[in-house]
Nanobody, 122 residues
């Protein structure tokens, strides 16, 4: 299984970005997926997760109401729509997948992408 994250870049505060994570493999629809982020010098933190069906979705407190996670099982892709970005959102964003239940902890996910950098300027 390979995960390829894309869509990062430089954006001004208040702007929006949409991240994508393309997943190889025929069983994507059975994976729970998540986004985590890691700012320079800080630990990796949970951003959002979605169950295989999309029926269960979780968000980290700092992104609730601003970020939306979604998935398209026909395209083997999970998305993270990020609105009203602020400089504190600057980080490398990682997508992750698991064949287990959807969760919010990084060790619950066995598959990881390479990360995409999001930089928000003030």
């Amino acid at each position: 299984v390979q995960l390829q994250a894309s869509g990062g870049g430089l954006v001004q505060a208040g702007g929006s970005l949409r991240l994508s994570c393309a997943v190889s493999g025929r069983t994507f629809s059975s994976y729970a997926m998540a986004w985590f982020r890691q700012a320079p010098g800080k630990e990796r933190k949970f951003v959002a997760s979605i169950s295989w069906s999309g029926g269960s979705i979780y968000y980290g407190d700092s992104v609730k109401g601003r970020f939306t996670i979604s998935r398209d099982n026909a395209k083997n892709t999970v998305y993270l729509q990020m609105n009203d970005l602020n400089p504190e959102d600057t980080a490398v964003y990682y997508c992750a997948g698991t064949t287990g239940a959807v969760g919010v902890l990084h060790f619950e996910y066995e598959y990881w992408g390479q990360g995409t950098l999001v930089t928000v300027s003030s």
